[in-house]
């Protein structure tokens, strides 16, 4: 079992910033790829970033690509989501998600993961 808990949401005006975290705990995430997704109301849940298990390899959505920066700290198990120029369109609930598979690559589609965060709300006002 492997529990997710983000945290770091909240208001932003556009153009700040906002740094999110994700905490992992029970079975070490540290072997495997993680990932942000996120949800605005009344849309379906989009992939945002997600990181390779040592942090060598990210990815990232075209509409958050040079303004957001997905990092981790294994020794930490703690992954993080650094957002920047946020805009109101970034409105959304963030959740962050651990990949299926150990030392797999970064992976786009919300099947690939099997566990959740419960999210965090990130609002940001024009």
């Known amino acids: 079992q492997v529990q997710l808990v983000e945290s770091g949401g909240g208001l932003a005006q556009a153009g700040g910033s906002l740094r999110l975290s994700c905490a992992a705990s029970g079975r070490t995430s540290s072997n495997y790829a993680m990932g942000w997704f996120r949800q605005a109301q009344g849309k379906e849940r989009e992939f945002v970033a997600a990181i390779n298990w040592s942090g060598a390899t990210t990815l990232y959505a075209d509409s958050v690509k040079g303004r957001f920066t997905i990092s981790r700290d294994n020794a930490k198990n703690m992954v993080y989501l650094q957002m920047n120029s946020l805009k109101p369109e970034d409105t959304a609930v963030y959740f962050c998600?651990?990949?299926?598979?150990?030392?797999?690559?970064?992976?786009?589609?919300?099947?690939?993961?099997?566990?959740w965060g419960q999210g965090t709300q990130v609002t940001v006002s024009s």
């Open positions: 998600a651990k990949v299926w598979t150990a030392y797999g690559s970064v992976r786009i589609t919300t099947s690939a993961y099997d566990y």
